[in-house]
């Protein structure tokens, strides 16, 4: 029989704001429990892209494993976060694959090809809509989450497509969940103009444009998208907490906002691209390695 004793890796200490590289699971096992006030995230979308990463999210065969992999990282999420704290979700959808394993180039938007897709999920069609947003909303809320309000997020510049039996989709879904029944919300911090010149509680549609970067991850939140969230969950100085960091955009707004981040991402490019962006002298970075 062999025997090897596991250490259990030390506590991270949250001072200031950092940068994490690591697998988001076995990273945020290492953050204190209740520490941070807000998450504003957006996972990989599933079968939509390859980033080239051992461990990543977005690939899974089935999915079942893609929505339960999300689930459970919430969940270890949600350990963290405070108990008055919330959580913005941003999740796309997808069209079925028709058992093809690639995705075809758009002559409007080239980059969407892919060498490598999942199958149809069991009991969808060819050509079907899969409602990947819901789903994961609703296994979420019945993980233990309060599902809160479902925001649209209306592109008005939204990437053309080349279809001409559906209508071209221009918006995406951002989800409010919370740790608990009450919860911080200033709702005036938050405010949107009416029409008549006042201001009037937000609504849950917000038409924000997408931002193009000239950066190498390709799918960045627009700020506009994440100022609104920080500023009605947090206070000043607060932490916010992404764990699909990617090239740092949360933690940009948090800068400017005057709160704290954690920001935790599996592709070292991207890390560096983050830290870069935030600048380096300012910021701690810790490397972590998934055992």
Request: charged residues 25%.
């Amino acid at each position: 029989m062999k025997y090897e004793a596991i250490a259990i890796p030390e506590p991270i200490a949250m001072d200031d704001s950092i940068v994490l590289e690591g697998d988001a699971m076995h990273v945020l096992s290492r953050l204190p429990p209740q520490s941070v006030q807000c998450v504003v995230t957006s996972p990989p979308y599933w079968g939509l892209r390859d980033y080239g990463i051992a461990g990543q999210i977005g690939l899974e065969e089935t999915l079942p494993q893609f929505l339960n992999r999300l689930v459970a990282v919430f969940a270890e999420v949600r350990r963290v976060l405070r108990d008055d704290g919330v959580l913005w979700l941003n999740i796309g959808d997808g069209y079925t694959s028709g058992n093809r394993g690639y995705r075809a180039p758009d002559k409007k938007n080239p980059a969407r090809a892919m060498s490598v897709r999942p199958d149809t999920p069991e009991g969808l069609k060819p050509k079907d809509l899969m409602g990947i947003p819901w789903r994961l909303a609703f296994a979420m809320q019945d993980d233990g989450w309060y599902l809160r309000s479902d925001i649209v997020w209306h592109k008005p510049n939204a990437m053309p497509e080349s279809v001409k039996d559906r209508p071209s989709r221009s918006h995406e879904f951002l989800f409010m969940l919370t740790k608990s029944e009450r919860y911080y919300y200033d709702h005036q911090a938050a405010q949107e103009p009416a029409l008549n010149g006042a201001s009037r509680n937000r609504r849950s549609v917000w038409s924000i444009n997408t931002q193009a970067t000239d950066h190498a991850h390709a799918a960045m939140f627009p700020p506009a998208l994440i100022e609104p969230c920080i500023l009605s969950t947090t206070r000043e100085n607060d932490f916010v907490l992404d764990p699909f960091f990617g090239s740092g955009t949360v933690g940009l707004v948090c800068q400017k906002l005057a709160r704290r981040f954690v920001g935790i991402e599996l592709n070292p490019d991207y890390a560096d691209l983050a830290v870069e962006r935030l600048g380096a002298l300012t910021h701690k970075v810790m490397r972590l390695k998934a055992a």
